[in-house]
């Protein structure tokens, strides 16, 4: 009896579960550096980038099957013609509430190696695409949920199997889903094409005048010009110098008054408080409004913010400080440094038929 009921196991098993046994041989990615002013990208060695991975995970990226009502999904707050934004303030989830964030570009995502999020209380791709799916305010939807559908579904096991390898359907998990999702994402990359590029890399004339000047104003480059301060903390390839600073965008008696305490709920340091992520300003023409929680609608707020130096704070970083003091940045270097903003827009990647809706 005891081996007849083995027996019968090891058929249900068989049958039920559609053991594959077609040969795993996934396409590695090798990601291409935009240009030699960007750092190498560090990819997890458990999730390394393959065609078949990136092709899910793009799937899963632009499928509503991720919400509670099947309405939206990660491409809602990340849409591509906003370098991966969704040109709201504060993002609205599925039940039409807001959150109290601004959505974040996505483009060379995979470049950040300290931390994800605004507050980062992420450390890595892999871990913060779990995260939006069960967020209340954002999907409201339970793991569990989908994986029971993705499972059921006629095309996505075919497609986890030939990205991860797996035998049955009953392999599939939330961490396979994200680690589709994360190599996706680590495919969003620069060009390297923007006149900013064609500039650092020693095409001098491809800048007009008031451009030019805006790149030494931004980046201290000219002793003719005053310091904007800019380039101090939005630095690099990324324009991003990867830290959490307090820009002095809020006035704030103590450091316990913020209203949105950012990185000082991560590190639980009362001094980090008031302290977000010095975002990327590639495409920045492109991802307004601005800030953590979107209080500047324009490019020229975000300017008029910076030349009057902000607001003190004791954490407020003492580059704002200096802005504060010197106030030095006249109407037409302000404009200067906008005008070379706009040489960081990516036009290509924008329009990059890679990075589009699969299901269109
Ligand atoms: C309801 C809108 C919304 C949805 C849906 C959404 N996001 Fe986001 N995303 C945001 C907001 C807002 C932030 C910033 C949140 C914060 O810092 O607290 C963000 C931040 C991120 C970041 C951090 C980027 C960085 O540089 O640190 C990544 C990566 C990301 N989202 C990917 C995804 C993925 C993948 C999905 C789908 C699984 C998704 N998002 C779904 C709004 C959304
Ligand atoms: C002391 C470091 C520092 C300096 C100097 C600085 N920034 Fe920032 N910048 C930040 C931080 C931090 C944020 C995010 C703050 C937040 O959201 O609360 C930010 C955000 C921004 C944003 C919003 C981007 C977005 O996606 O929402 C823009 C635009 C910007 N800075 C442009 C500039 C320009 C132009 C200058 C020079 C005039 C400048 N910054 C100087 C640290 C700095």
């Known amino acids: 009896m005891k081996q007849f009921l ?39 060695a458990d999730n390394p980038i393959t065609e078949e991975g990136v092709l899910l995970g793009r799937r899963l990226f632009y499928d509503p099957i991720l919400s509670s009502d099947s309405t939206m999904g990660c491409f809602s707050c990340h849409k591509q013609e906003f370098a991966f934004t969704d040109g709201l303030a504060m993002s609205k989830g599925v039940t039409g509430e807001f959150g109290k964030r601004s959505s974040m570009s996505l483009v060379d995502v995979g470049f950040f190696d300290n931390s994800l999020f605004w507050d980062g209380r992420s450390p890595v791709l892999e871990d913060q695409a779990l995260r939006p799916v069960e967020d209340p305010i954002e999907l409201h939807q339970k793991w569990p949920n989908i994986v029971v559908k993705l499972k059921r579904h006629p095309t996505y096991p075919d497609y986890f199997r030939k990205a991860f390898g797996i035998k049955y359907t009953s392999e599939i998990t939330k961490e396979l889903a994200a680690k589709a999702i994360a190599q996706f994402e680590r495919t969003i990359v620069s060009t390297g094409v923007t006149k900013y590029d064609q500039y650092r890399n020693g095409n001098v004339d491809v800048f007009d005048d008031d451009e030019l000047d805006g790149y030494y104003l931004f980046f201290n480059a000219s002793s003719f010009l005053p310091d904007a301060q800019c380039g101090h903390c939005h630095s690099g390839a990324l324009l991003s110098d990867n830290r959490y600073l307090n820009n002095g965008i809020d006035t704030v008696v103590t450091l316990e008054d913020f209203k949105d305490k950012g990185y000082g709920v991560t590190t639980g340091n009362v001094n980090d408080n008031g302290r977000f992520r010095v975002p990327t300003l590639r495409n920045v023409m492109l991802t307004a409004p601005y800030m953590h929680d979107g209080r500047f609608k324009t490019i020229d707020e975000v300017m008029d913010h910076y030349i009057s130096g902000g607001h003190y704070a004791t954490n407020v970083d003492p580059i704002m400080n200096q802005l504060r003091a010197q106030k030095k940045i006249s109407k037409i270097q302000r404009n200067q440094v906008i005008a070379f903003l706009k040489t960081l827009t990516d036009t290509a990647l924008i329009n990059n038929p890679a990075y589009k809706n699969p299901f269109k």
Do not use: G, Q
């Open 6 to 44: 083995i027996v019968l196991f090891l058929f249900s098993l068989l049958f039920s579960c559609k053991k594959d046994e077609r040969p795993y041989v996934p396409t590695p990615v090798v990601i291409k550096k935009p240009n030699k002013i960007y750092a190498d990208m560090i990819i997890p």
